[in-house]
């Protein structure tokens, strides 16, 4: 098989295909800048909970009218905020936030799952759960274009409160910085959920998220270069994963986390075993 | 001044109706045991814990720096040196402009003071505890403030370190500054702070450095 039609005929051919990878292109953007910041403030877990706090709300938006994508956003959307915002209420200023958290991330999965289950089937569980890639239309992807655009601004105009205040928050209270930017960026996080949701579903959407942001922290570069690695590893593994979907025949979304997770295992070793040689070849120092 | 301050962490009272004025220009040591509330005075000050009751009032305000533990520092995060001692000039570019010349020339001088003029472009990851502190001294040099407070500042350094930023300290407080400063080390306080607040959760003391350690003792 030539590189052609292992790598481009597949999108040139197929419509869906080209959806579906503009449609991560958009999300990676938005991925790399918020999954970097999740993970250098060391909020990994708060990323996994808020992504499962988008789940009750898109259920009841599927209650009231069925797999709209505007209606499971709009939904989702609000459940989320309404979670973080408990969480931050519930949890927030407690050194051991971990339980309270996991409460929240089982509850709102149970819900979520009871809802659709109660008036739907179990394709539709399926599909709020793991989402449906290579079902997005041109309406979802407008609306992917809208969030990812918003996001990508949002950040670059808060960045510098956004990286201070993940490690060393007193400082920007301390100067007098009253703006509630821990709540502002969790409000950016359930977005980013969000607009992950349709292609991702409320399970996998964190994998796109924080797999390429982890990678990228492996080799040690700042916080803009950490962003814009993401984002460059959040791009490789959407193509590798749709391409792997395509020929292997297997589930886009986990065929795209697993190219994502692979990316995160390479880059530990390569990165920790640099770090290991680089005092031994004299580069300790560079 | 202090009117009333009590702060609780849930149930926990960590510190309960506190009031007092730390005099303008005063160069003051905050003692007590573990859990005494020293650190959470200090938060409170700053304005970074809710206080459950009472209230503190600060002329000073806007020009008010504050250096926590240097535990609360996370040092994995990806900033240099150079950048970390930048932040004292957060008031003049703020969110959205960026640090001018004449901000980089200060910042290369102030790390001239503090003796790490050589370690500007190194990650804070990289330099040793006491070379943190300095360049989180020089911050706070740059930041300019009429009120200091420090939070255990000569915790986990070397004694030339501990030397070199109690001379800063003691440069602070003849410029007019007010600092205050949370140390368990009673030597170093009984050495170079002319006033000290004994804290027990509740104040036990408060005034000059002799009569209040006297207090403590007894």
């Known amino acids: 098989m030539s590189a052609h039609a292992l790598i481009v005929e597949p999108f040139q051919t197929l419509a869906f295909m080209r959806a579906a990878l503009v449609a991560c292109l958009a999300l990676t953007l938005t991925n790399g800048a918020v999954g970097t910041l999740l993970v250098l403030r060391r909020m990994s877990l708060d990323g996994d909970v808020l992504g499962h706090a988008v789940m009750p709300g898109a259920a009841i938006g599927f209650l009231y009218a069925g797999p709209s994508p505007t209606w499971l956003s709009l939904g989702g959307l609000a459940s989320g905020l309404v979670v973080a915002a408990l969480a931050e209420l519930i949890t927030g200023g407690r050194a051991r936030r971990d339980a309270g958290l996991v409460a929240f991330y089982l509850v709102a999965l149970s819900l979520g799952v009871t809802l659709v289950a109660w008036r739907g089937s179990n394709v539709d569980v399926v599909r709020v759960l793991f989402g449906s890639v290579l079902a997005i239309d041109q309406r979802a992807l407008l609306q992917i274009a809208a969030s990812s655009s918003f996001i990508v601004l949002a950040i670059a105009a808060l960045y510098r409160p956004l990286a201070v205040g993940a490690f060393d928050p007193a400082f920007l209270r301390a100067v007098g910085t009253r703006a509630p930017y821990r709540m502002v960026f969790a409000a950016l996080v359930v977005l980013t959920l969000v607009a992950s949701f349709q292609a991702f579903g409320t399970l996998l959407a964190v994998g796109p998220l924080l797999l390429p942001a982890a990678a990228a922290r492996c080799w040690g570069l700042g916080v803009a270069a950490s962003m814009a690695l993401a984002t460059g590893f959040g791009l490789a593994a959407s193509v590798a994963g749709l391409l792997a979907s395509y020929h292997g025949n297997l589930p886009s979304g986990p065929a795209i986390v697993l190219a994502a997770g692979l990316l995160f295992g390479i880059s530990l070793v390569i990165a920790g075993a640099w770090r290991r040689l680089a005092p031994l070849i004299g580069r300790g120092d560079a | ?218």
């Open chain 2, 1 to 218: 001044m202090l009117h009333d301050v009590t702060v609780r962490y849930g149930r926990r009272i960590a510190l309960e109706a506190v009031s007092g004025e730390f005099v303008a220009g005063s160069l003051t040591a905050v003692v007590g045991a573990n859990g005494a509330g020293k650190s959470t005075l200090l938060a409170a000050i700053a304005g970074v814990v809710r206080l459950a009751g009472g209230r503190v009032s600060c002329a000073a305000r806007q020009r008010l720096a504050y250096l926590p533990q240097i535990a609360a520092i996370d040092r994995d995060h990806p900033l240099t040196v150079s950048e970390l001692i930048t932040l004292g000039g957060w008031r003049e570019f703020g969110v959205f402009r960026s640090p001018g010349s004449a901000l980089r020339a200060r910042v290369a001088e102030v790390a001239e003071t503090v003796g790490l003029a050589e370690r500007l472009g190194r990650s804070i990851g990289e330099v040793s505890m006491g070379e943190l502190q300095r360049a989180l001294f020089a911050r706070l040099i740059l930041q300019d403030a009429a009120v200091i407070l420090l939070d255990e500042p000569f915790a986990a350094v070397d004694p030339q370190t501990m030397s070199l930023l109690l001379d800063q300290v003691t440069r602070w407080h003849q410029e007019g500054r007010t600092v205050i400063a949370a140390l368990h080390d009673l030597d170093v306080v009984q050495a170079r702070f002319p006033s000290t607040l004994v804290l027990a959760r509740r104040c036990v003391a408060w005034g000059p450095t002799e009569v209040a350690l006297r207090a403590m003792a007894a």
